[in-house]
């Protein structure tokens, strides 16, 4: 199988959307607007059709559940040119960007000091909601992320309140890692760092080695925090609009 198609696939199946058809090997996904992946068609593989025919499936598609038509393309991916041939253009206004980056690395070399407080739990607490998506989550936020494989919720406590937080889910051998987040008042104190290495020991005791994550080509915090703990780029892909 070709390592691209496989590990979007597999972040694919860590995402679950509230409504998903296929069309081929194409998966056209819905969530009410809640972030790009659950909103987009992940145009990774054979869609059994010409590229324009799938696009206007895919126009389709997202009028029928009132979203805007959106590709997520992989870079230098054989549909690419394709897509850009029928109209389509690169969404540079996109609310967490246009282009991201998807990194992998073994979870053997997320290594790092323990942190007090620090701990994964099967269900997510009002703490997590409020620091991650929102306090009072939406039925979109509650299905994206609480919904699907094995998923794992992260925290960092500190006087009883939730100061940091991430999302884990566990896919075959690979950990999908997501929606991290620190609050400001608690930033470069290494607790980021230190959920994470929690993380992917509770991952570890459910089967996966290797982990994959999302990260805007923006972000260059996140980069160089995942760069340290082992992981490196594996792909990049583009949020693709009708012009």
């Not at 690169?90 to 998807?102: L, R």
């Not at 999908?176 to 993380?199: D, F, K, N, Q, Y």
Request: a negative charge; glycine letters at 12%; hydrophobic letters at 45%.
């Amino acid at each position: 199988m070709d390592p691209v198609f496989e590990v979007e696939q597999r972040c694919a199946e860590a995402w679950p959307a509230l409504v998903e058809e296929r069309l081929g090997e194409w998966r056209m996904r819905a969530a009410a607007g809640f972030t790009g992946r659950a909103n987009s068609t992940l145009t990774c593989g054979d869609p059994g059709v010409p590229v324009p025919e799938a696009l206007d499936r895919v126009i389709a598609f997202a009028e029928a559940n009132d979203i805007g038509p959106t590709a997520h393309v992989v870079r230098d991916s054989r549909h690419e040119d394709a897509v850009g041939s029928a109209g389509w253009v690169v969404a540079d206004d996109h609310p967490g960007g246009a282009e991201s980056g998807v990194l992998v690395g073994e979870l053997a070399g997320f290594r790092g000091a323990e942190v007090d407080g620090a701990s994964v739990s099967d269900a997510p607490g009002p703490g997590w909601w409020e620091l991650t998506a929102s306090a009072t989550p939406t039925e979109a936020q509650r299905h994206v992320l609480a919904s699907g494989p094995r998923t794992g919720f992260g925290v960092v406590e500190r006087d009883g309140e939730v100061v940091a937080a991430v999302r884990g889910a566990v896919v075959g051998d690979l950990l999908h890692i997501a929606r991290l987040a620190v609050r400001p008042s608690h930033r470069r104190g290494g607790l980021a760092r230190g959920l994470l290495v929690e993380l992917a020991a509770w991952a570890a005791a459910n089967g996966a080695v290797r982990c994959a994550l999302q990260v805007a080509e923006h972000n260059t915090a996140a980069w160089k925090l995942y760069e340290s703990l082992g992981c490196v780029e594996h792909h990049r892909y583009r949020y693709w609009v009708p012009a």
